[in-house]
């Protein structure tokens, strides 16, 4: 079975600085993938960025990179230079393979402030 | 591309009452199907998928049923709705070889 665990229920940043979430996992896969999602008050969830277990390099999509330990079981996202826009409530999820449910941590909800 | 639709956007319903949630994909073919809910304030709880036309996998037993009518169709039903069936209803696709799941806009769903 996978968990996914955000300790973080709740987290703020200034505007134009960085901010890091963080996100631990468990599973006995040896293939997996890691992924963020955001949720902002529309509530549709949107895809920010995608993690390959088996890939070393860690993973960036324009402001946003994760930092991913393998070993420590633990995949964070930075957010940097953030933006009002960039309110919401961040997932963290993770699938073994395609074709299986992703698991998803209990989210955390980052505000920007102004 | 691809598009996925969920109806109704909301929906307040009284206790006992049937329930019937309409997810539909455009742009591709033989996807994966997901049901998700979403209580207040808290994480995602899958509830149904299928990784093809037939075939349903049950992941919470409950009061709630699922239906693959068509290959881009996805239909969570109830014959008598409860006060903790009250939540945010997603629904997402992926491809059939596919990673990333994508989401449509969600069904809020109060029971009263």
């Known amino acids: 079975a996978q968990t996914v665990t955000q300790s973080q229920p709740e987290m703020s940043v200034q505007e134009a600085e960085t901010v890091t979430l963080s996100c631990t996992y468990d599973t006995s896969e040896s293939n997996y993938y890691l992924f963020w999602y955001k949720q902002p008050p529309s509530r549709q969830m949107i895809l920010v960025i995608r993690?390959?277990?088996?890939?070393?390099q860690n993973a960036t999509e324009n402001r946003f990179s994760v930092n991913f330990q393998k070993a420590a079981k633990s995949f964070s996202l930075k957010i940097s230079d953030s933006q009002l826009g960039d309110a919401a409530m961040y997932f963290c999820a993770l699938t073994p393979s395609g074709n299986t449910p992703l698991v998803f941590g209990k989210g955390t909800r980052l505000s920007v402030i102004a | 591309s691809q598009t996925i639709h969920q109806w109704p956007a909301t929906l307040v319903q009284p206790v006992g009452s049937p329930l019937s949630l309409e997810c539909t994909v455009e742009?591709?073919?033989?996807?994966?199907l997901y049901w998700y809910r979403q209580a207040a304030g808290r994480g995602l709880q899958l509830l149904f998928y299928s990784v093809g036309i037939g075939q349903i996998s049950s992941e919470v037993p409950q009061n709630l049923s699922a239906s693959r009518p068509q290959d881009r169709q996805f239909i969570l039903s109830s014959k008598k709705l409860l006060l903790s069936d009250s939540g945010f209803y997603l629904c997402?696709?992926?491809?059939?070889?596919?990673?990333?799941?994508?989401f449509g806009p969600g069904t809020r769903l109060t029971v009263t």
């Open positions: 993690q390959e277990a088996y890939k070393q």
């Open positions: 742009g591709t073919s033989n996807p994966n």
């Open positions: 997402a696709w992926s491809s059939l070889a596919g990673i990333e799941q994508y």
